[in-house]
């Protein structure tokens, strides 16, 4: 259980450092640290810089300063909560995913207070077709570990809760 829980927090913390990096390397190495700047990778992804004063997209834009430390201080909040639950949860994939949004959330957490915007840069397109919003690694990953946390809690049971209620169902009387 101990190891897991280990695991876990150290998956949030590559998830951290991975994105921090990442962005690091659009925004300084490549020097994409200005709206509209971009570098084609492949004809259908792009590394585009987008300053996101907002939350996923686009919903509650801070754009005061006061929405600014609202906002992180919500998110601070999320990500507080998903730390206890990390430290109670006993499944192992559960656990993984709740390290991948938990990554994420502090990776966010600290483009907001650092610059007052989130980093994003990953932009996937197919012609002028976007799928998806201009995003991050941290992005990817709370999304990831919440559409993991989704499925498991919709259509996978786990078997030491089935067998626990199988233990707790009435027994019918054979003599009725």
Not at 37 to 65: C, H, M, Q, W, Y
Not at 90 to 113: E, T
Request: net charge neutral; hydrophobic share 60%.
């Amino acid at each position: 259980m101990n190891r897991n829980r280990t695991i876990g927090f150290a998956l949030a913390a590559l998830i951290f450092v991975a994105d921090q990096a990442m962005k690091a390397f659009v925004v300084e190495g490549l020097g994409l640290a200005y709206p509209g700047a971009s570098k084609e990778i492949l004809p259908f992804f792009d590394l585009r810089f987008v300053a996101n004063i907002g939350v996923s997209l686009g919903l509650l834009p801070a754009d005061t300063p006061t929405m600014r430390w609202l906002l992180v201080a919500l998110t601070a909040a999320i990500a507080a909560g998903v730390a206890w639950w990390m430290a109670r949860e006993k499944s192992r994939p559960d656990m993984f995913a709740l390290a991948l949004v938990l990554g994420g959330a502090l990776g966010n957490i600290v483009d907001r207070v650092r610059f007052g915007y989130v980093v994003d840069y990953a932009d996937l397109h197919f012609g002028e077709w976007r799928p998806f919003l201009v995003f991050n690694v941290a992005d990817a990953a709370i999304t990831i570990g919440v559409v993991i946390l989704l499925v498991r809690a919709l259509f996978v049971r786990d078997k030491q809760k089935a067998d626990a209620n199988a233990d707790a169902a009435p027994v019918e009387n054979a003599n009725a």
